[in-house]
């Protein structure tokens, strides 16, 4: 087990090499550099930007060619090289990614190019936002979907089955940030009643209440975003652990141990339960880090909450690569994190599964 756990750790390097190499050359592949974007920035700015260059502001338009920039043509070529430098793309491409992994393995991801401020200092202010939808929306689901789905495999054909297929199908048709427009429009004075604010997690006030005003604070902000979230998330689930159960149901030693006289529950939550739940455990790292990462981004737009899935879209548009390789960074890593708890709690579930004799 030791072994196992280990080699898993140590496999999580090259893994995460893969991928930053991979996604490294895409984005310096992609058009609209964060140099391209200063210099948009630049043309018919005030001369502030100069100062921050290091230019005067008689130096920013020259007439002279300036670089192989779009849209530089007429900038001073020495203005154009000192934007390079602030962004270190004077250095070739291959010595910024080596660059880039001996300061990751120390886990110092630099600044940001837009927000000056230091992208690890970023992903700790964004964190709280995703972790509290992450958590929350993750448990709700599991809460309902594994004992709705147990419910619907153990009622199979009946009138609930049938009635909260129905329900789940318009859940699942729903996209999560639609559901989350209605409850603004019908819940938080969007037409309707007013009942749930509309920004933020806190009240502008949180400072100053007792703890227990701040928990009801914190839990009447969340309320609807982790709702969005849950209508979208527990349908799949709820069909995959009701599939999973009625699969094991109708295998042969469910039958035997009926033939024996044992009882419904027996059946179900001590034999059943066991098999059909590893499947369901499997789903664990995949949901969380979809929860977390990217299934609230809408929702976060849409209710004002400045999360990391926020964060990571702005930064993908704005070409803001410290705080794009940052967030790839820690999202992998925590996924593969994750994904070996996943596999860990397999062998909880069921000793009898083994990975290291598997794998040997």
Request: charged share 15%; hydrophobic share 50%.
């Amino acid at each position: 087990m030791f072994d196992y756990i280990l080699r898993r750790l140590l496999l999580i390097i090259p893994t995460l090499l893969g991928i930053m190499v991979i996604n490294f050359i895409i984005i310096q592949a992609a058009p609209g550099g964060p140099v391209e974007q200063m210099i948009a920035r630049l043309q018919g700015l005030d001369t502030g930007i100069g100062g921050r260059l290091g230019t005067g502001s008689d130096s920013i338009a020259s007439g002279q060619p300036a670089s192989e920039y779009r849209g530089a043509q007429g900038l001073n070529p020495e203005l154009i090289e000192n934007i390079k430098k602030l962004y270190g793309f004077d250095k070739p491409a291959h010595e910024r990614f080596f660059i880039m992994l001996k300061n990751y393995a120390q886990f110092d991801f630099g600044e940001s190019f837009f927000h000056d401020k230091k992208v690890i200092d970023l992903i700790i202010d964004k964190l709280p936002v995703s972790i509290s939808l992450g958590l929350w929306s993750t448990l709700l689901v599991y809460l309902i979907s594994i004992p709705l789905g147990i419910k619907k495999a153990v009622k199979d054909g009946s009138h609930f089955d049938i009635w909260t297929s129905t329900v789940i199908i318009v859940g699942y048709a729903i996209p999560s940030f639609l559901f989350a427009i209605l409850l603004i429009v019908f819940l938080a004075g969007g037409t309707y009643l007013d009942w749930f604010p509309l920004r933020g997690l806190t009240s502008d006030n949180f400072d100053e209440m007792s703890a227990q005003q701040q928990i009801v604070d914190y839990l009447w902000h969340i309320t609807l975003p982790v709702i969005s979230i849950v209508i979208g998330s527990f349908a799949t689930l709820t069909m995959l652990t009701k599939n999973s159960f009625l699969d094991e149901i109708h295998k042969q030693y469910v039958i035997t141990a009926r033939a024996k006289g044992l009882a419904e529950n027996k059946i179900l939550y001590g034999h059943v339960f066991r098999n059909a739940m590893l499947i369901i455990i499997a789903q664990i790292p995949a949901a969380l880090v979809g929860i977390f990462f990217t299934s609230s981004l809408l929702i976060e737009v849409i209710f004002s909450l400045d999360g990391l899935g926020l964060l990571g879209f702005e930064a993908a548009i704005q070409r803001d690569y410290p705080v794009v390789f940052g967030t790839l960074f820690i999202f992998t890593l925590i996924g593969l994190i994750l994904k070996l708890i996943g596999d860990i709690s397999y062998m909880l579930v069921d000793p009898r599964i083994d990975f290291e004799s598997r794998e040997g």
